[in-house]
């Protein structure tokens, strides 16, 4: 009786939580009676808080705080790599393939886009809707320097031999879609060829994969304690591929 006290008190306190952050993001009737607004309101509340976070972790702690954050999300990356790869079935010597990856997230996220280049060498996204894009406007950093540390985790698991992952265009600078790149080195009339994975069409499907979604989250929690760990034994001055690309500069 006690436990399921505190059970309900819990979900109480959490809703209510709940709805003062919902709250803060204004939305007129149309947008309560509208289910997709509420599963996009997760990720605006989350992305919204980044931007608020970033900058004041580096005003606070400089370079060396943001990169034990940034290593953080970059050991998450490593690790869900090869979860990734099995559960998306991967092939890391075609672009398009790699490409599933963001196909995969942007579903999570609500993100919608097209791909452009879907060859083996070579493809590029055009992420023309994204639920955060006015909050992300705060500080667009979130995306190029912190989401940007996770993906260069997987991706230099996945193949090491990729090109830095390009972000060219973001929707949160103003930029009519995010542009996202993905290109391997390769012999120029094996990287023209059309990716057996392409997928043509207004918009690629929304991967579901059952019990993928499960693994990473168990993966993820195992992530944070080893990439804890190690920051406490060893400071953040970790290694991480393709670090100067996503080092934060405000």
């Known amino acids: 009786m006690v436990l399921f006290r505190k059970t309900k008190r819990l979900v109480l306190l959490s809703a209510l939580c709940y709805g003062a952050a919902v709250r803060s993001l204004h939305p007129g009737p149309r947008e309560l009676a509208d289910p997709a607004w509420h599963r996009e309101a997760p990720i605006r509340l989350l ?15 400089g370079e ?37 990856v963001l196909d995969y997230e942007d579903g999570l996220a609500g993100v919608r886009g097209t791909w452009t280049e879907e060859t083996k060498g070579r493809a590029v996204k055009e992420e023309r809707y994204c639920p955060a894009a006015r909050e992300l406007t705060a500080c667009p950093e ?36 995010c542009l996202a790149t993905i290109e391997l080195p390769m012999a120029r009339k094996e990287a023209r060829k059309e990716s057996p994975h392409a997928t ?22 195992r992530s944070l304690i080893s ?11 970790q290694p991480m591929t393709w670090y100067e690309f996503f080092r934060y500069v405000p």
């Open 64 to 100: 060396r705080g943001v990169r034990a954050l940034q290593y953080v999300f970059y050991r998450v990356g490593e690790d869900r790599a090869p979860v990734l790869r099995e559960y998306l079935q991967i092939d890391p010597h075609d672009a398009r393939s790699l490409g599933r």
């Open 200 to 221: 043509p069409g207004a918009f690629p499907p929304v991967l579901k994969v059952p019990g993928l979604q499960g693994k990473l989250a168990a993966q993820g929690v």
């Open 227 to 237: 990439a804890a760990w190690v920051l406490l034994t060893r400071g953040p001055e």
């Open 47 to 61: 992305m919204r808080g980044l931007t608020r976070f970033l900058p004041a972790l580096h005003d606070r702690f």
């Open 142 to 177: 979130v995306c190029t320097r912190l989401m940007m540390a996770m993906e260069a985790g997987t991706f230099s698991v996945l193949n090491p031999d990729l090109a830095v992952p390009e972000l060219s265009q973001l929707l949160s600078k103003g930029d009519p879609c």
